[in-house]
């Protein structure tokens, strides 16, 4: 990070936009993380906040677990570090050593506590009690707590369940059920869709669309009527921008816990189990099913009818065309297979082409 962007960072009134911490003790933080032992003798020394270790202040808890941070470890001005045992004797006198296998899910445990605000989006006015300031329609059932943002529609015979926040000029259309504890992010439109319970749905979602459905004929492209709807369990977390397409004659369905990224394309009659993590600008077609836990990089593209097993996993930028087993990990830019299979080949075409490169070397004869 240059000079003038850390330097501008650490001044006292830089705009800081979730609510400072409240203090932990070191023998507060080793509860909460289930560790018993500290590199230090100091269990009631004061924990404020959370930082890189790089960036880290006397009164900050920051971590590592990868050689590439031995050299900002030897430099920290950390006051605490969840470290393994191999670097835990590298950290400076001065700082509290917290000796853990898992040093980043405890810094993010910490975390969690310290910045608990900073978990589900909130609404126009954090600070004041819940009001519905958009256009509800009256035969909707809007329960305790909700929040509609100016802006927002709620259409009609819509059912929203309790604390729930609509954001600022987000559309949900008639007959829409949305359960408790949840969040529409602004801009986003929401219509022939049931929504399970403590789902987020960040801006600039559209779910419940029209699925891309249309025949062929002499004259051009007949539409195919889309009858389904979208089926959304709890737990579900959707990034920005993500479009998730009703189904033709079947629903299309995302399973409890599933993790969507940004910019996705979920085509109709998609079936997504529970666990899935699925990373940036992929691609679903129609009726692809995901079985449980599978994981997704970014710009994977699927083609229809295709089954990814339990815990299959899919490199970045992976094409699929035929079913991948469960468990299994593929990988490949253009049409995706075992990912050993891929690295094989991939070494072979490297190993050819090296040769080739030799022989045109030579002179002729030689």
């Known amino acids: 990070m240059p000079a003038y962007a850390r330097e501008r960072n650490m001044e006292p009134d830089y705009p800081h936009f979730f609510e400072r911490p409240s203090p932990l003790s070191i023998r507060d933080i080793l509860a909460l993380t289930g560790l018993d032992r500290t590199g230090s003798n100091e269990p009631e020394r004061v924990i404020c906040d959370i930082a890189p270790i790089d960036r880290a202040g006397p009164n900050d808890i920051a971590f590592i677990d990868s050689p590439d941070f031995v050299e900002a470890l030897g430099q920290t001005n950390a006051?605490?570090?969840?470290?393994?045992?191999?670097?835990?004797?590298?950290?400076?006198a001065h700082v509290s050593v917290l000796q853990t296998r898992e040093p980043y899910k405890c810094f993010v445990t910490?975390?969690?506590i310290f910045y608990q605000d900073a978990l589900i989006p909130t609404g126009l006015y954090v600070d004041e009690p819940p009001l519905v300031?958009?256009?509800?329609?009256?035969?909707?059932?809007?329960?305790q707590g909700v929040i509609v943002d100016p802006g927002a529609v709620v259409g009609?015979?819509?059912?929203?369940?309790?604390?729930?926040?609509?954001g600022a000029n987000a559309v949900i259309a008639a007959g829409v059920e949305i359960g408790e504890d949840c969040v529409v992010g602004p801009c986003?439109?929401?219509?022939?869709?049931?929504?399970?319970?403590?789902?987020?749905?960040?801006?600039?979602?559209?779910?419940?669309q029209d699925g891309f459905g249309y025949i062929g004929s002499a004259r051009g492209h007949i539409k195919v009527p889309q009858i389904g709807r979208v089926v959304i369990h709890d737990h579900v977390?959707?990034?920005?921008?993500?479009?998730?397409?009703?189904?033709?004659m079947r629903d299309t369905i995302i399973g409890e816990g599933t993790k969507i990224d940004n910019l996705l394309q979920i085509g109709h009659n998609t079936v997504i189990g529970r666990?899935?993590?699925?990373?940036?600008?992929?691609?679903?077609?129609?009726?692809?099913?995901?079985?449980d836990f599978v994981v997704l990089g970014a710009k994977v593209g699927i083609k229809?009818?295709?089954?990814?097993?339990?815990?299959?996993?899919?490199?970045?930028?992976?094409?699929?065309?035929?079913?991948?087993?469960?468990?299994?990990?593929?990988?490949?830019?253009?049409?995706a297979k075992p990912l050993k299979q891929f690295f094989r080949e991939t070494l072979a075409l490297e190993r050819l082409a090296a040769r080739r490169g030799s022989g045109a070397s030579q002179a002729p004869g030689d």
Not at 275 to 291: D, F, K, N, P
């Open 110 to 112: 910490v975390a969690r």
């Open 79 to 92: 006051g605490a570090i969840f470290a393994p045992e191999r670097f835990a004797k590298l950290a400076p």
């Open 304 to 335: 229809p009818h295709v089954t990814i097993g339990k815990g299959a996993q899919l490199s970045a930028r992976a094409s699929v065309m035929r079913d991948v087993p469960a468990g299994e990990r593929w990988g490949g830019a253009y049409i």
């Open 237 to 248: 977390e959707i990034g920005a921008g993500t479009t998730i397409d009703r189904g033709g």
């Open 156 to 166: 009609p015979r819509a059912k929203i369940g309790k604390r729930t926040l609509i």
């Open 133 to 143: 300031r958009g256009s509800v329609h009256a035969s909707a059932q809007i329960e």
């Open 275 to 291: 666990h899935c993590i699925i990373v940036a600008q992929s691609g679903l077609s129609g009726s692809v099913t995901l079985e």
């Open 188 to 208: 986003s439109t929401i219509s022939h869709a049931i929504i399970g319970n403590h789902v987020i749905i960040h801006p600039g979602c559209h779910i419940g």
